[in-house]
């Protein structure tokens, strides 16, 4: 019996007649029989067990849809007898399968290692791996050097680590980003043989939209809460944006990144004629407000976006659909910005110093110093690049009395984190001058952090 119709056959035994398997239960069952990939899509239906006919004409008109959905490469179906009626459940799963890997351990002593070797099939292309730790931190994991043509190489290590390390492994297609495998790993601890849920009662279903947007957005500012990362402001013109992805995912059945008629989520927002810094997505199908974000949460690479230090704003947009054993099925598009804090410039400027020179090895000079923050303000206020220099054109050309050479430095970033020290010195120098002012930005929006540096070099003695 395959891995696939045993955990249906221990779904079947455990379903509720009416509502919704919960979607930890189906992980777990999925876990537990060593399968990687992400949840199947279910039919469950009860009836005589002693008369199949019965059971296939339930099962029958869900067929079509099911592999519409496109998830045919594996089948499973379980059966249990439950009430002495001659009554039970049948669970009927198919699963899509996109990725091979070697053997993976379901767990690992504390302090080892273990590695393993995966392929993605066509038309995933790029696989991406990515864990979430014990302590909710969420890192990527290098899959080797052959990731162009699909091949992972990585290891998970258990060493300093304990509990369970959630795996995930990404690929893209046309349709943006996809979880091709997502699964844990226990470190130092062999994994639970049993698992306990909140009741349905516990994440009622919605009634309109807008309801379920407002709990999911308490939901995720909780979880960044207690991380102690900010809370993040709803912004309703991004959650516009996200409503309109939502209702073309429910149109078409696809659930994505990528639109072919709307483009990315950064395509999204910049037709809607907003500016952000940044812009992450997150998008799911789901039953329930509470198990939507758990599904969310439970992947490392959807982990990562909300739980993002950088993003200060979030629309999030539900379209309802098809009412399944009750609940109506949700299509949610969750849409991550940045609105960039006002900074103090001095001691922004001091902070790119000592990024660029942590031992002091290479000092500011005053006389580069006023340069570089009059470039800065011209660039901010909104100067052309070629005009900015204009009004220093004097100062610039005494600077040949002192050094042989000044390069500069011109970007532009949301937040001083991201600026790369490497590719800012793009050349020695033996002095610098640091200029940072805050304005608008073509592609960042307002409130970029505008970042002028003049690297200059003293004559050979």
């Known amino acids: 019996m395959s891995a696939l119709f045993r955990a249906c056959e221990e779904l079947a035994q455990i379903v509720p007649e009416e509502g919704v398997v919960a979607y930890r239960v189906v992980e777990f069952a999925m876990h537990r029989q060593g399968l990687i990939e992400p949840s199947p899509h279910l039919l469950v239906v009860w ?6 006919a019965l059971i296939i004409k339930q099962l029958q008109p869900a067929f079509a849809d099911m592999f519409a959905r496109g998830a ?12 002495d009626k001659g009554e039970g459940a049948v669970v009927f799963a198919l699963q899509s399968s996109a990725v091979t890997t070697s053997p993976i351990p379901r767990w690992l002593p504390s302090g080892s290692s273990a590695r393993f070797e995966g392929k993605v099939s066509p038309p995933f292309r790029d696989p991406e791996l990515l864990i979430t730790s014990e302590n909710g931190d969420t890192r990527r994991v290098s899959v080797g050097a052959r990731r162009a043509s699909g091949e992972i190489t990585a290891e998970i290590s258990c060493s300093g680590r304990k509990g369970r390390q959630q795996v995930e492994i990404n690929a893209s297609d046309s349709h943006g980003s996809t979880v091709l495998a997502n699964f844990p790993v226990w470190c130092g601890e062999e994994p639970p043989t049993s698992i306990q849920v909140a009741s349905a009662h516990a994440d009622p279903a919605p009634t309109t939209a807008t309801e379920a947007e407002r709990r999911l957005l308490a939901l995720v500012n909780g979880d960044r809460r207690r991380a102690g990362l900010a809370e993040l402001q709803w912004d309703d013109a991004v959650a516009a ?26 395509d999204r927002v910049r037709a809607a004629k907003l500016k952000s810094s940044m812009v992450l997505e997150n998008v799911a199908r789901a039953y329930g407000v509470a198990e939507a974000h758990a599904g969310l949460m439970d992947s490392p690479g959807h982990r990562l976006n909300v739980m993002s230090p950088l993003a200060t704003h979030l629309g999030i947009g539900i379209t309802l659909g098809e009412l399944v054993s009750g609940r109506p099925e949700m299509f949610v598009t969750q849409v991550f910005t940045r609105v960039n804090p006002p900074i103090d410039e001095a001691d922004t400027a001091a902070a790119l110093h000592l ?13 580069l110093d006023r340069i570089a923050q009059k470039v800065a303000a011209n660039l901010a206020r909104g100067t052309p690049r070629e005009r900015a220099w204009e009004p220093v054109a004097a100062e610039i050309a005494a600077l040949g009395k002192t050094y042989r050479k000044v390069n500069s430095v011109i970007t532009a970033v949301a937040d001083l984190s991201t600026a790369e020290p490497a590719t800012l010195m793009s050349s020695p120098a033996h002095e610098i001058g640091v200029g940072v002012a805050q304005g608008p930005h073509p592609e960042i929006g307002d409130g970029a952090i505008w970042l002028v540096l003049l690297l200059a070099e003293r004559p050979s003695k």
């Open 47 to 52: 009836d005589d067990l002693d008369d199949p």
């Open 355 to 367: 990024m660029l020179s942590p031992r002091g090895t290479m000092p500011r000079a005053p006389a």
């Open 241 to 266: 944006v996200a409503r309109r992805h939502s209702a073309e995912m429910r149109r078409t059945q696809v659930v994505a990144h990528l639109s072919p008629t709307t483009g990315s989520a950064a």
């Open 72 to 83: 045919t490469t594996r089948m499973g179906i379980g059966a249990a007898l439950r009430n």
